[in-house]
């Protein structure tokens, strides 16, 4: 059986459990959709999100609290009872008339496997640059899928998410998917890359992106001895450690000039390294 898990967070997913639901009903395999809303406050997603219990073999679940990115995929796994998991993120949107069954197939051979990500390749948001140009920088340098395990899409085998589950001490956005790859490294399981993408066209706008880095780094630094030697902004600080006085006085005299420029509809992804790099300095 194929159980199929996205959680989700003020956002609309019934077009994409649609589109799932209509090719699930081309595998000759049973199949379920579990969604849950994972303590949404926007009442417009939550009321379109109603229709997906209308749908066959889709079940809708509302939480009433958030309890973060890693908590919830693993309730998702809990509430599932398929052999076969395929977690997805709301936000996706399905590109290939084919998706599942690239994963099904996949998944007769390799236990964990990832389809990765893409974005569009042209965005005229002014507003959303910043995120939109950070995806297409890390697609050209390492593909849909990328050196490190994202969570936005992948298929896992019931015995082995049993093993090995999500990190729950992540509890803000950020490196909960980095934490869950390395344990997956760490008990012997293979991820198998594979070129499935979903398109993600959801592209926070450049204050909520910023934000969200901001979350992430505080992640990187609390998490810094599991996952550090996997996350660039760590390795090279503590590379360089011995600059990081020069960078603390950096970031607080230019952090306002370098939140201008990234704010903007131009943003530099030099500057917004070298602000990630001042911004992790200053939690030390």
Known sequence: MLSILIPTYNHTCYTLVADLQRQAEGLDIPYEIIVVEDGSRDSVSMIANLKIADLPHC??????????????????????????????DSDAQVINDDFLKRYVDAAKCHDVVCGGVTHPDKWNNPDSMLRWRYEKNYERKHGNVGEQFRSFSFMINRRVAQRVQFDERYTQYGYEDV????????????????????????????????????????????????????ITIVRIHDQYRFLSPLLKCFYRLFAPLLRRNLLSAHPSLLLFNLYKLGYYSCLN
Request: charged fraction near 30%.
């Open 179 to 230: 934490q869950f790859g390395k344990d997956l490294q760490t008990a012997g399981f293979k991820v198998r890359s594979i070129d499935n993408p979903l398109l993600n066209t959801d592209i926070e706008t450049n204050p909520v992106f910023l934000h969200k880095t901001e979350e992430a780094l505080q992640m990187a630094f609390q998490f810094r001895k599991d996952i550090g030697d996997r």
């Open 59 to 88: 079940r809708y679940i509302r939480r009433k609290e958030n309890v973060g990115r890693a908590a919830i995929r693993n309730l998702l796994m809990q509430e599932s009872e398929g052999e076969l998991l395929l977690f997805v």
